[in-house]
């Protein structure tokens, strides 16, 4: 397996390009099961789980290639109804293909998705919406077995504004006879690019943005006579800027809307930075020391909690003592402990972390946990004295296309290596042969 290594405290300078939105890109890939017919995409981040998501529609019957610069998936038959265990464990998100599969086919199999790391995540809403549309479900062997013969609009009320719960529905109710409205929808810009892209399609929606989705069903979709570009990734965004923030660098990230990063922006400016937008960028700054800050996750338009690990990393080097609360995921502190052993300052209890700054932090071997919170070790790795190893980044690689290159291109002194190498000199080596 591999690990990153990192020789850390380098400003970083220049400019880091965004590409496409991970938690975009996957329902939009997924919803082209709707509509039968060769879609064309545009901005699909190169990731692991989008990958896994083309293998999951080619098991399904619908292949894919690049050409012309465009992703290209047929959708024109679906040969098999299931999601299965193996793609599922590995990905949360594969069981977006309950509601797509639902209204085109009337059946779907899909293994139900267990916990993991940072919470048990649960799908009752997901299933309650549909169930509302018509569907009938049964758990057998780990898997519900979805039958709808015919979805008809209704009246969906969510306990929470669930993002992929909230586009499950929604890509059933696309294809459902009536009226159906989404009440505490979520408003993530993830969700309104898929809004975007099935209106491409035929669907007719309205309320985007907002707690309510309003959508007439429709009786076909048909792919878009034009290909569909991704909207850019605010979490990449957000993350970049906080390398940028925490090595006290001056870094530009462009192919991302500001408008999306605005509780990010506002909190950074908080720990002390000078952030300058642009119209597809946002620049930061930081020549004087970090302050901190209290931060709470929240639903969008709300601080994300996709950002928030990134944040605490900021918080362990900032003047003072920063509070903040995760009331989005029930365990999603994992990267404390981390931090603590690069000699952080991090208590937490529930779901409050109070973080008292630290002068300096040691580089060290650490454990990535998950997505958010292996960008969050990463992100120490930089601002910290000596080598920092990160193990376990087969977590990033899900949501980060070529991280390295791109802190690499802004002068981090980053590789990756085999986790077999501990030899320090040999880690020397490994970073001297990616210079
Ligand atoms: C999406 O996950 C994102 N993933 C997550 O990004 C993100 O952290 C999360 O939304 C919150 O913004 C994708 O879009 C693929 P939720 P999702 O349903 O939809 C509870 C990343 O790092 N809940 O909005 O699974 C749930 O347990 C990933 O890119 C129920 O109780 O999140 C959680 O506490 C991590 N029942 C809260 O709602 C349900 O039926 C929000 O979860 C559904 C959710």
Known sequence: MEKIVIDGGRPLRGTIHCDG????ALPILIATLLAPGEHRLTNVPELADTSSTLSLLGRMGCPSLVHDDALRVDATRIAFCEAPYDVVR??????????????????????????????????DQHLKGLEALGCRFELSGGYIHGIAPALKGAEIHLDMPTVTGTENILMAAVLASGTTRIHNAAREPEVTDLVRFLRTLGAKIEGDGTSTLTIEGVSRLTPASRPYSVVGDRIEAGTYLCAAAITGGDVEVTGCDPALLESTVAKLREAGCTLTVGEQSVRLQRDTPLQAFNARTEPYP????????????????????????????ENRFMHAAELTRMGADVQHTGRIATVVGVPTLQGAAVMASDLRASAALVLAGLASEGLTEVLRIYHLDRGYHDLVGKLRGVGARIARTSDAITDRSELSAALDAAA
Not at 97 to 105: D, E, H, K, S, T
Not at 112 to 122: E, K, N, Q, V, Y
Not at 302 to 329: N, P, Y
């Open 302 to 329: 709300g601080l994300a909690t996709d950002m928030q690990a990134q944040l605490m990393s900021l918080a362990c080097l900032a003047r003072g003592t920063s509070r903040i609360e995760e009331t989005i995921f």
């Open 21 to 24: 939105a991970k938690n975009a």
């Open 90 to 123: 590995k990905m949360r998100a594969s069981v977006l293909v309950l509601g797509p599969l639902l209204a085109r086919c009337g059946e779907a199999k899909v293994s139900l998705p267990g916990g993991c790391a940072i919470g048990t995540r649960p799908i």
